[in-house]
Nanobody, 127 residues
């Protein structure tokens, strides 16, 4: 079992920055694929950024490329999402996810098939 706890959300003006953190506990952090997803009201949960196990390849949604950066700290069992140049359309609840499968594109699976989720943290970007 893995427990994921997100922090770092909040209210920020357009053009500002936030850093989300996801602290993982329960098993060896480096054995998991990790990712950040977001869900806006009335919309599906979608992947924002992902990093494959052991600090492998990364993925970014087109909408955040060049603005967001995902990174991990194995010593702290924590994955981060640095969000710069925020836009009102980035407003959503952001969720941390962990998955055990050996698949490069694990983050494309339906949300119900991803192994572990955090409780979510709200990010609101005002115009």
């Amino acid at each position: 079992q893995v427990q994921l706890v997100e922090s770092g959300g909040g209210l920020v003006q357009a053009g500002g920055s936030l850093r989300l953190s996801c602290a993982a506990s329960g098993r060896t952090f480096s054995n998991y694929n990790m990712g950040w997803f977001r869900q806006a009201p009335g919309q599906e949960r979608v992947v924002v950024a992902a990093i494959n196990r052991n600090g492998g390849s990364t993925f970014y949604a087109d909408s955040v490329k060049g603005r967001f950066t995902i990174s991990g700290d194995n010593a702290k069992n924590t994955v981060y999402l640095q969000m710069n140049s925020l836009k009102p359309e980035d407003t959503a609840v952001y969720y941390c996810a962990a998955d055990t499968r050996y698949a490069s594109f694990w983050y494309r699976a339906p949300a119900s098939r991803i192994d572990y989720w955090g409780q979510g943290t709200q990010v609101t970007v005002s115009s």
